[in-house]
């Protein structure tokens, strides 16, 4: 009868755990414009300034509890970070972009297009002291329909983050 007993249970350990593990993934979903309004800044905190962004950009997603990442394109002409910064990240739950890995917090980044063309060079830094988390590649998205200033996509839908036609694949949960 222990055997048993112990057997039934460890099935039912084994089937929550099966089943849990892709219910992280699939409790995100696509924020709403309201949504993100109310979660991005209409002026960014980058290094000692307050930079305009361009709410029509922003993207994100969001889970059950309401932890958000979520991006928005920033307008740097006249500020010090034109040319360095293009798009605000916030970011509420830990994510692996390409090979950096996010904690919770709030960064910006920029983008330098690879000499062959079929590549950006992107670099994440700490939006209040503009260190530099990390740099990956953007890949060119074959067959891209849309051109998307920002767009971060749901993990059940694609696991990307859209920068024009390139993207750049990402993990949730990853630290």
């Known amino acids: 009868m222990k055997a048993r007993a112990r057997t039934f249970w460890t099935i039912c350990a084994a089937v929550c755990w099966l089943t849990m593990a892709p219910a992280e993934t699939a409790a995100w979903r696509q924020a709403t414009q309201s949504e993100l309004a109310s979660v991005l800044p209409s002026r960014a905190p ?30 740097t002409a ?14 509420q739950a830990p994510v692996r972009i390409g090979g950096i890995a996010l ?3 709030q960064y910006v980044f920029g983008w330098t297009r690879a000499e062959n063309g079929d590549s950006l060079s992107v670099h994440f830094n700490d939006a209040a002291t503009g260190a530099l988390v990390g740099t990956t590649d953007a890949r060119w998205i074959a067959g891209s329909g849309r051109i998307e200033s920002l767009r971060i996509w749901p993990p059940q839908d694609k696991e990307l983050i859209q920068i024009g036609r390139f993207g750049i694949p990402y993990k949730l949960g990853a630290e």
């Open 78 to 91: 006249g500020y010090s970070a034109d040319g360095r910064y293009s798009h605000y990240l916030l970011v």
């Open 103 to 105: 904690k919770p917090g």
């Open 46 to 75: 980058v290094i000692s300034e307050h930079i305009e962004t361009e709410m029509r950009t922003a993207s994100g997603i969001v889970d059950t509890r309401g932890r958000f990442i979520a991006g928005v394109v920033l307008i």
